[in-house]
């Protein structure tokens, strides 16, 4: 494993924006299909000790991915849907991300996500932007331990891809 990988998670709350970059000793093509296969994405979009369950996923535009995260045990909980609002296979891709109920219902306003890949030397780097509507919305996700939570998952993906 490389050490030296880079990793940086940055708050600017004068864009309302959490700004994610991270580098995999992976090649591009195994990072870009971690993010958009739900039977990779259940392997490692989950901080221990939860796991990630997709009920349904069409990534595409128009398309959504709809998940829960699952306790140890068993119980399904924090419901996620991500509609994918533009997609550029290999380079890029924006979704609408809510946190909702079991039947889809919204609970917390919107994020807008913005996920950037690159490749060079066979080290792939993921670009994250998320964009919160508002301060407060930013700052309740903070507190609700979401860069040790996010931060715990992208381990999980580094992980993976070393295994």
Not at 14 to 32: G, I, P, Q, Y
Not at 55 to 65: A, L, Q, S, T
Not at 132 to 142: A, D, I, R, V, Y
Request: overall charge negative; hydrophobic content about 40%; glycine content about 4%.
């Amino acid at each position: 494993m490389n050490s030296s990988l880079l990793f940086n998670f940055k708050v600017d709350k004068s864009t309302n924006t959490v700004f994610v970059d991270k580098e995999f000793d992976a090649e591009l093509s195994l990072v870009w299909d971690a993010f958009t296969k739900p039977e990779i994405l259940d392997q490692w979009w989950a901080p221990k000790p939860f796991i990630s369950k997709t009920k349904y996923m069409d990534f595409r535009v128009g398309g959504k991915r709809f998940y829960a995260m699952v306790n140890p045990e068993g119980t399904e909980i924090g419901w996620q849907i991500f509609n994918y609002t533009s997609v550029t296979p290999k380079s890029n891709f924006k979704c609408l991300s809510s946190f909702t109920d079991k039947d889809e219902t919204p609970i917390l306003p919107a994020t807008n996500w913005d996920l950037a890949f690159s490749e060079r030397n066979r080290i792939t780097k993921v670009c994250i932007s998320i964009y919160f509507e508002s301060l407060e919305e930013l700052e309740k996700m903070t507190e609700m331990g979401f860069k040790e939570g996010f931060t715990a998952t992208l381990n999980e993906l580094n992980e993976l891809l070393t295994s």
